[in-house]
């Protein structure tokens, strides 16, 4: 027996719930022309260096994918997974490593490949882990970079956009684990009053 199609706004996105509004803060076309121009100037910094990505997972694996294919030249990945603990959304600071490098880094130019520069704390934590690690040279890549939240002293050589302060899903962020396919980087409101995770 034929499945009825089930009729939804065309602005619905996939996976949406009806809870839940999306806004497209960033397109996707916005978002290549950002990475190839990201590309570039990496390589303008390390024209004839072998990269070595360090994505941390798993809002990072877009980003580096899209990143990798747009440096050329010799370029090899290894990613690390670390979850930061706190109330809600707030962290607290503390970092947990669940997943360690595959490789060593020693000697390498690594530029590690984050999605999004909240708190900054994360990052903090992998600065000093790799640091120790005495690799080549350092760098830190960030597609999104919430300036207005920072609380440790940290900034990426690389930055794809400053946003505001409002909870965003899609190109590898998520909302309990959804919303990670979408091609746009979009705010999510939840609720009728439409608050956003920020705020609710
Ligand atoms: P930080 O340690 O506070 O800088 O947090 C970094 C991590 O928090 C990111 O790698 C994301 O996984 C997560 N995060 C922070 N803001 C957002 C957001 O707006 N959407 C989705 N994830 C976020």
Known sequence: MPTKAIKRSPRVKPGQR???????LISHQRIRERVRHMAEEIRHDFPNEPIHLVGVLKGSVLFLADLA???GGEVSFDFISVSSYGKGMD??????????LDVSIEGRSVLVVEDILDTGLTLKYLLVLFEERKPKHLRV??????????IADVKADYTGFVIPN???VGYGLDYDERY???PD?????LGPRGKTKIEA
């Open 180 to 182: 990670r396919n979408l």
């Open 18 to 24: 009806e809870e839940e509004t999306l806004r497209v």
């Open 141 to 150: 890549a960030v597609l999104l970079d919430k300036v207005e939240r920072r």
């Open 69 to 71: 294919r747009e440096l």
């Open 91 to 100: 962290s607290t600071g503390e970092v947990k490593m669940n997943k360690d």
């Open 185 to 189: 980087v979009c705010v999510v409101r």
């Open 166 to 168: 409002e909870f965003v």
